[in-house]
């Protein structure tokens, strides 16, 4: 069955083709069968990926998301479908990935009386996701969908959950969007360069930390190269292992559970760490042992794309809101005067003795 070209279920699926989804990831439910059947009609342009649990549909959407630095999409039915694929929402949002879930809701008409799967999605993910939200005036569907794909790509990337009431699907859906999503992006200020700059040409120990979603990889490029060039150690993030190769000479390690003792030692020595991206949350800082908040306030330079996350445990000596790949392409042209490549070359021996394998002779008893 097709959709006609005006009503909320079709204009959902308009947006999602204006904004350049080419997949979705879904296990169909009666309670969206409309957005199904516009989905139909376009499946010449995006591919459905029918799952056979939630669970599973949410987490190839996250990945998707995190894979292509593009909005992964995923539709599940009402009640025990959205709460299966809220682990995937949750991968999400602490993993920093651009994330839409559709979720097929109880008719408006029938809300609050405890309706069969009847949920309060808001207060649901909530706490989850960057925000949550449900349709409830078909003819503004292309704007909500908008705002969906403006904040799960803006600031710090994260998920949005959209719940979608069956009886405003089959209604006039309002305009139709005219032009894709361009999120906003913040760049550092060239003062704020050289503040930078005029702090890394006095420090002897000093260490860059990468982490965080939404890198380019020119970006990342110019910043490793940038990185290496000078001799300045550089460890990625907790799961950010894939940002600059681990072969680069001055490569430290990764900030990860089960980190390099020797690694630790050098950030807790460390009398300048540079974080872009990095939130420095509970895993790539041991526990929240590796940094301490009086010496963070002389040695923490914290670049990050949400200012939420800015101060939010460490008090930076100098902070700013910047998209990760354009912070990393600014600071790639300073010329700290110095370089630091005996520093290097100690980080990645360090590194590569780590990550030797041991050799074990004899039988293995496990415990």
């Known amino acids: 069955m097709t959709q006609p070209a005006h009503t909320a279920a079709r204009r959902l699926v308009d947006t999602l083709v204006m904004n350049g989804v080419d997949r979705v990831f879904c296990v169909p439910g009666e309670s969206y069968l409309a957005v199904l059947d516009a989905l139909a009609d376009v499946r010449d342009k995006i591919q459905v990926i029918a799952c ?42 602490q993993d920093s990935t651009p ?91 060239p003062a704020f360069v050289e503040q930078v700059r005029a702090r890394l040409s006095t420090a002897e120990r000093p260490l860059l930390v990468l982490g965080g979603s939404g890198w380019t990889n020119d970006a990342a490029a110019a910043i490793g190269d940038w990185a290496e060039r000078i001799g300045l150690p550089v460890s990625l993030s907790f799961r950010r292992k894939d940002i600059l190769s681990n072969d680069r000479p001055n490569y ?78 600014a600071l790639s042209t300073i010329d700290p005067g110095r370089t630091w490549h005996d520093e290097a070359a100690a980080a990645h021996a360090d590194y590569q003795a780590f990550s030797t394998p041991v050799p074990v002779g004899g039988l293995i008893v496990p415990g």
Request: proline share 6%; net charge negative; hydrophobic share 40%.
């Open 252 to 329: 430290a390690g990764d900030l990860g559970l089960g980190c390099n003792p020797k690694l630790t030692a050098r950030a807790k020595s460390a009398d300048l760490i540079i974080a872009i991206g990095a939130r420095l949350g509970e895993n790539p800082t041991q526990g929240y042992t590796l940094l301490d908040r009086a010496r963070t306030a002389d040695t923490l330079i914290h670049i990050h794309p949400g200012a939420e996350e800015l101060g939010r445990v460490w008090t930076p000596l100098l902070s700013a809101t910047a998209d990760n790949s354009l912070a990393a392409r």
């Open 52 to 93: 056979r649990h939630e669970a599973g549909a949410a987490n190839m959407a996250e990945a998707y998301g995190k894979l292509t630095g593009r909005p992964g999409v995923c539709m599940v039915t009402r009640g025990p479908g959205a709460t299966h694929a809220s682990i995937g929402v949750h991968t999400a949002h």
């Open 99 to 189: 994330m839409i879930l559709f979720v097929g809701q109880i008719a408006l008409t029938d809300r609050g009386r405890g309706a069969f799967q009847e949920v309060d999605y808001r207060e649901v993910f909530g706490g989850l996701a960057k925000w949550a939200t449900e349709i409830e005036s078909p003819e503004r569907t292309v704007e909500v969908v908008e705002r969906a794909f403006a904040t799960a790509l803006q600031g710090r990337m994260g998920p949005v959950v959209i719940a979608l009431p069956e009886d405003i699907l089959h209604e006039d859906g309002g305009p139709a969007p005219i032009r894709a999503v361009t999120p906003a992006k913040a760049a550092l200020d």
